[in-house]
């Protein structure tokens, strides 16, 4: 069974990997992970916010008196915070490039271009083999147009391959107004790839405490859909890799990610529940499926079911939204759910 694939220029054994998370922070767990057949190392986000704030650190540091630069510092997240520090981010993905044989693909996090961003050559000498940025913003500013939003997103990008020579795929979420356009707009600034879709972890608040809580909440099966829709619909146009993160549970989640057009099927939530070696369980069951269904490799499945290629490609469309809609019917219950005696109780 053939399972290689070509993602961000890399030709990696399969398309299965792990996501962004904390297990990259233990180097036993990235073994663990290569050993159950991941197909690269994705590191964690470097946040824009870890480096802002050290560089503010050692600014307050040199001006005691600055009161300025305390108030500043109060509104980045503290250095505990954060598992890594920037330097430590670097180290470690030196020590898992000379730990493991496969690729590792480092991540910038953040919202704005600017100096931060030197941090993608410092990544890129570190020893990653690719890059992502995932550029996490959320619009609050009633001033702020969508296309100024979208404007960050090529600005940081375009910043970031003018320092780098490996490639950079793009984190997005699925809320701009028309991801085609903005896809088209970063495959011609650059990106080598898109992931879809970066997770938004909704606050919730609690209304004793008065307060806004932070939870977070594993993904399940469901989450998937999204992904699939808008795989389908780009795969076709978009002339670089595209990466599915988000829902993928199983081998028959990876089989529907790669029909849409998915390269590369990143998994997080289900390896963070059941451990690293279920990511061999997934491709066992990847490699079943296709067994059963006669594909010899992934070549022949990956696209197989995008907007151009599927039997149905209305049903990635309003056609299909209109058709759930009138699908459903208020039928009644069996008759026999339905008796009543005259005194109102239940037969």
């Known amino acids: 069974m053939d399972l290689t694939t070509h993602y961000l220029g890399l030709k990696l054994k399969s398309p299965l990997m792990p996501g962004a998370s904390p297990m990259v922070d233990d180097l036993d767990l990235v073994r663990r992970l290569e050993d159950a057949g991941a197909s690269a190392i994705v590191m964690h986000s470097l946040f824009e916010e870890q480096v802002v704030g050290e560089q503010l650190a050692s600014i307050y540091a040199m001006e ?3 009161d300025s630069y305390a108030e500043a510092l109060s509104y980045f997240p503290r250095h ?26 480092a991540s910038l996090n953040g919202t704005t271009a ?27 500013d009633a001033t702020e147009t969508g296309r100024s939003v979208e404007s960050r997103v090529t600005e940081v990008l375009a910043q970031v391959k ?17 991801l085609p356009n903005l896809a088209a707009e970063l495959e011609f600034a650059g990106a ?3 992931v879809l879709f970066n997770r938004f972890y909704q606050p919730d608040i609690d209304p004793i405490e008065l307060e806004v809580k932070s939870t977070l909440r594993l993904s399940d099966p469901t989450e998937l859909l999204l992904r699939l829709r808008w795989l389908a619909i780009l795969s076709p146009k978009f002339g670089g890799s595209l990466a599915c993160s988000g829902g993928v549970h199983s081998g028959v989640d990876a089989v529907k990610a790669l029909m849409a057009g998915a390269l590369a099927v990143q998994v997080v939530s289900a390896l963070l529940r059941y451990g ?3 990511l061999a369980d997934i491709q066992n069951d990847l490699e079943r499926w296709m067994e059963v269904n006669e594909y010899s490799s992934l070549r022949q499945l990956r696209g197989s079911m ?3 290629r599927s ?3 209305a049903a990635f469309e309003r056609a299909n939204y209109m058709r759930i809609l009138q699908s459903w019917r208020n039928d009644p219950p069996p008759a026999a759910q339905l008796r009543w005696r005259t005194n109102g109780k239940h037969e």
Not at 83 to 88: F, G, H, K, T, V
Not at 162 to 178: E, H, R, W
């Open 64 to 66: 005691m008196f600055a």
């Open 276 to 278: 690293p070696e279920y």
């Open 80 to 105: 505990d915070e954060f598992a890594l520090s920037p330097d430590e981010y670097l180290l470690q993905i030196a020590r898992i490039k000379r730990a493991c044989a496969i690729p590792v693909i």
């Open 162 to 178: 003018a320092q780098v020579t490996i490639p950079v795929a793009v984190k997005l979420s699925p809320y701009y107004s028309s």
């Open 311 to 313: 039997p149905d490609p």
């Open 114 to 140: 600017g100096g931060w961003l030197r941090y993608a050559s410092m990544i890129e000498e570190a020893g990653a083999s690719a890059l992502e940025l995932n550029i996490y913003h959320v619009p609050t």
């Open 192 to 194: 080598d790839g898109l």
């Open 306 to 308: 995008n907007h151009k």
